[in-house]
Nanobody
Framework: QVQLVESGGGLVQAGGSLRLSCAAS????????MGWFRQAPGKEREFVTA????????YYADSVKGRFTISRDNAKNTVYLQMNSLKPEDTAVYYC????????????????????WGQGTQVTVSS
């Protein structure tokens, strides 16, 4: 069993930055693919980014490409989401998720491959 705990959310002005963290329990974390998703009020869950266990070749949603960066520290069992140039439309609850295996980018973006999910952290961007 893996538990994921997100932190780092908060209120920030447009143009500002936040760094989210997702701490994972479990010795097998280094082998998991990790993803970040978000859900705004009244909207469906949206893919943000995903990274393989190696840390290479992360994928990003077009809406965050060039502004957000995913990274991981396997020694600390933690994945990060650095969010820069934040916009009001980035306001959402952000969730991290862990997948035992990397499927295809399509299924990773759809959220189908993930075995564990965190409880979410709120990010609010004011205009």
């Amino acid at each position: 069993q893996v538990q994921l705990v997100e932190s780092g959310g908060g209120l920030v002005q447009a143009g500002g930055s936040l760094r989210l963290s997702c701490a994972a329990s479990g010795r097998t974390f280094p082998t998991y693919a990790m993803g970040w998703f978000r859900q705004a009020p009244g909207k469906e869950r949206e893919f943000v980014t995903a990274i393989r266990w190696t840390g290479y070749s992360p994928y990003y949603a077009d809406s965050v490409k060039g502004r957000f960066t995913i990274s991981r520290d396997n020694a600390k069992n933690t994945v990060y989401l650095q969010m820069n140039s934040l916009k009001p439309e980035d306001t959402a609850v952000y969730y991290c998720a862990a997948a035992v295996k990397w499927g295809s980018i399509t299924t990773m973006m759809a959220g189908d491959e993930y075995d564990y999910w965190g409880q979410g952290t709120q990010v609010t961007v004011s205009s």
